[in-house]
């Protein structure tokens, strides 16, 4: 039996952040899941991390203070950047405080979580391995699920990236609602709002789920065109100015594998 | 000028499968449906169309389609199922260039899986710019709530040069095709408020027993 692209290059499974990945900077994917070399998180994704963990704090625990859940963020941001020399980091922390305050204001209204960073997997049709992806919180009183992202400023709407990613774990959960929660450090001037939550449509869900199947079933013809991952890398050419190369390492581990 | 009202009286020629029976149709000189045996067919899946169809007797078929194939159209009403409009090109068994269409599922999975190969091998150096012959080879039976239809048996056999008689253009008219409603994309997202919190479970004053 012929093995799929994906089984000859060791890959047993992907992910909405991995599609999304191959689908905006194809060089970063091959350098990162293909050729091993894999850069630190950065300091933007370790504060969403660390604002989830308070932010999960207080929700599975209604009765801890919020100082309580805000010292649990600060924590898990120092753990996470530990070894970070990004000027950022002390910066980021500061803000923490906010963004755990104003998601936990928003957030408890919805009750205590029944469900917190569980695995999820979807099949797609003609796409050989599985999705896998974990979910923030579910609700199932409420048939939903939620998942926090931190930002500056609110976007308009649930972008593509996200869209894919909400996607995924709806279709997960049968007939679960999917909502994004995106919590801003401080109120705005001019908006008192430090969270927005912005719900899918089903049609949202299925534009996305089809887009995942294009870009996964694209992956996977790009795979088999060879079982070296270095003649695949020499087929593509990075974009260093994009922000998904805005981490220094990642910069120098590109320049390294694509040679400029 | 003539007035833009009214049927035009015009019926697009067509091939059709009728998956309860297992049997090709195509439209026949004089009106109505004349059977053809399994035929062998160039079909234009580059151009494909995917949405929302639907087939009530004695009436024209409606459709709604969608605006590109990884975008469905919102369904028009519950009787409306989700199929496929794609031209399908024979001289010798449909005459010429025919509109091929239908929203039955067991037809509609086997365009899927023949669309994937289409992919699959269309991406070859040596098929580019060309269009898949398909034969049908056969069928098999699918049994369901509705009893056994049966699912064509669609292979790609090769690939050739697209003739000069069928036009690589979109197989539906513009009007058919979505267009309610900006792309969600366009359209600023409104918040949504926290759900309304359950009642707690009512507590008893003293224990039953």
Redesign the interface.
């Known amino acids: 039996m012929n093995a799929s692209p994906f089984d000859r290059h060791g890959i047993e499974h992907l992910s909405a952040s991995s599609l999304n990945v191959w689908a905006a900077q194809p060089a970063l994917w091959i350098m990162e899941r293909l050729l091993g070399r894999r850069t630190p998180a950065g300091i933007t994704a370790a504060r969403g991390k660390a604002v989830e963990h308070g932010v999960h704090l207080g929700l599975s625990n209604p009765r801890l203070s919020i100082e309580e859940c805000i010292d649990g963020a600060e924590r898990e941001f120092i753990r996470q950047t530990a070894l970070s020399a990004d000027p950022r980091r002390e910066e980021e922390r500061k803000k923490l405080a906010g963004w755990v305050r104003g998601a936990l204001a ?2 408890r ?3 205590t979580p029944d469900g917190y960073q569980e695995k999820i997997e979807v099949r797609l ?2 796409v050989a391995v599985p999705l896998v992806g974990y979910i923030d919180w579910r ?1 199932s ?2 048939g ?1 699920i939620v998942d926090l992202k931190t930002t500056e400023r609110f976007p ?3 972008g ?1 990236a996200h869209g894919r990613q909400g996607a995924v774990y709806a279709s997960a959960h049968g007939y679960f609602g999917m ?1 994004f929660a995106y919590a801003k450090p401080a109120p705005g001037k001019t908006d008192p ?1 430090q969270v ?4 899918m ?1 089903g ?2 869900l ?2 996305h789920l ?2 995942l199947r ?1 870009i996964a ?1 694209s992956l996977g ?1 790009f795979l088999a065109v060879s079982n070296d991952p270095r003649e695949l890398a020499g087929l593509i050419v990075p974009d260093f100015d994009s922000f998904w190369w805005s981490e220094p390492a990642a910069r120098a581990a590109g320049r390294d594998v694509f040679g400029f | 000028m003539g007035l833009n009202i009214g049927g035009s009286g015009i019926i697009k020629p067509y091939v059709k499968y009728n998956a309860k029976a297992d049997k090709w149709f195509v439209r026949s000189p004089e009106g109505g449906d004349q059977e053809i045996v399994r035929p062998t067919f160039l079909l234009d899946l580059k151009n494909i169309r995917t949405g929302w169809l639907r087939f009530r007797e004695g009436q024209a078929p409606e459709r709604v389609i969608d605006p590109s194939l990884d975008r469905a159209a919102p369904s028009p009403a519950e009787d409306f199922k989700r199929g496929f409009v794609v031209t399908a090109f024979s001289p010798k068994f449909f005459g010429g260039a025919v509109e091929f269409s239908s929203a039955s599922i067991h037809l509609s999975n086997a365009v899927r899986e023949l669309y994937a190969a289409f992919e699959e091998q269309g991406a070859k150096a040596e098929n580019r710019g060309k269009v898949p012959v398909v034969a049908c080879a056969g069928s098999e039976p699918m049994k369901d709530k509705y009893g056994t239809n049966y699912r064509p048996r669609l292979e790609i056999v090769k690939w050739v040069d697209r003739p000069g008689e069928m036009a690589d253009e979109s197989p539906v008219e513009a009007a058919d095709v979505w267009k309610g409603g900006a792309p969600a994309a366009s359209k600023p997202a409104q918040h949504v408020a926290p759900p309304p919190a359950k009642p707690a479970a009512e507590t008893l004053a003293e224990p039953l027993f």
Do not use: K, P
Not at chain 1, 196 to 199: M, P
């Open positions: 928003e957030l209204q919805y009750g049709d003609d609700f009183d409420h939903l308009s709407q649930i593509d909502r709002r927005t939550v912005y719900e449509s049609d949202d299925r534009r089809a887009a294009a079933l013809r």
